[in-house]
């Protein structure tokens, strides 16, 4: 009977900690996540962006093709990730040579108005599954459209 409690005990540390670490990413992968180089060309990568933004809750509020710069509403985040408050995510585009540079941008509406907003950024410390979770998305619609 002990032995089967100190089974089921570390079973439960085990859990926990794979839990845990599976939300926080190490350094390497914080800056896997943080901004990611796309062998692909700008028009292909901008849409895929606007894409992924569009199915997001917060829906596709703008996206200024010229300065590569597309903008969600400022709403709930998606269900996964338990989100109680208001966030956007803007995500910048440069061409870098015959490659494209994604940089998306987390903020968190902090005002307690509901006719104001106060956006501050929030870091990829404090939110990694928003990052991981955008880029793994995305690398799926780039690969669909790569596949065309």
Same mark, same amino acid.
């Given at each position: 009977?002990?032995?089967? !409690?100190?089974?089921?005990?570390?079973?439960?540390?085990?859990?926990?900690? =794979?839990?845990?670490?599976?939300? !926080?990413l190490?350094?390497?992968?914080?800056?896997? %996540? =943080?901004?990611?180089?796309?062998?692909?060309?700008?028009? !292909?990568?901008?849409?895929?962006?606007?894409?992924?933004?569009t199915?997001?809750?917060?829906?596709?509020?703008?996206?200024?093709?010229v300065?590569?710069?597309? !903008?969600?509403?400022?709403?709930?985040?998606?269900?996964?990730?338990?989100?109680?408050?208001?966030?956007?995510?803007?995500?910048?585009?440069?061409?870098?040579?015959?490659?494209?540079?994604?940089?998306?941008?987390?903020?968190?509406?902090?005002?307690?108005?509901?006719?104001?907003?106060?956006?501050? *950024?929030?870091?990829?410390?404090?939110?990694?599954?928003? %990052?991981?979770?955008?880029?793994?998305? *995305?690398?799926?619609?780039?690969?669909?459209?790569? =596949?065309?």
């Amino acid at each position: 009977m002990l032995e089967a !409690r100190s089974a089921l005990k570390a079973t439960w540390i085990l859990i926990v900690l =794979a839990v845990v670490g599976c939300t !926080r990413l190490t350094a390497q992968d914080q800056e896997h %996540y =943080a901004s990611r180089l796309y062998p692909v060309p700008y028009e !292909r990568v901008l849409d895929a962006v606007i894409m992924r933004v569009t199915q997001y809750p917060m829906g596709l509020a703008d996206a200024d093709l010229v300065k590569g710069v597309v !903008r969600s509403h400022i709403g709930k985040t998606t269900p996964n990730l338990d989100a109680t408050v208001d966030y956007q995510v803007t995500v910048i585009m440069r061409k870098e040579g015959d490659r494209t540079r994604v940089i998306p941008n987390w903020h968190v509406n902090i005002s307690s108005e509901p006719t104001q907003s106060d956006l501050r *950024l929030t870091s990829i410390e404090k939110h990694p599954l928003f %990052y991981k979770e955008f880029f793994d998305e *995305l690398d799926t619609l780039l690969a669909r459209s790569t =596949a065309k």
